[in-house]
């Protein structure tokens, strides 16, 4: 093969992980039971975390971001705010960040969810990436 096709095939693979990373995060995020999100944040930050979402299905990951840390720097003990990060990290390929907020969250309120999909992104950090290097 020539260093051209080589180049082209990383290329394509690079494409297919950010897919990935963006179809996981629509996973975990769909997970959440919507008892835990009644519980986790009041009716006041209804309207917040509906533009977060929003954001999250336009794939606006650097509005989703901001918006989410704004949430969360109002009410630091919710888990689901901490998870929802780890979420949007995870979609962004932030994989060192995804799982900070993924231990918070299973600090604040250990549960099964959180539990698995902290697990996840540690076993994906610990994976290789194409350069052969740990994340």
Known sequence: MSEETNQQILAELR???HLLYLLLAVAISAAFPAVYRGFVHGPSDAGGWQAVNTAMRNQNFPLALSLAKILVDRQPNYYYGHSYMGSIYLATGDVTNAESQYSQAYQLFPNEQTEKDLAAVRKR????DISGTHR
Not at 125 to 128: F, G, I, Q, W
């Open 125 to 128: 950090r610990a994976m290789p």
């Open 15 to 17: 494409k297919l992980r």
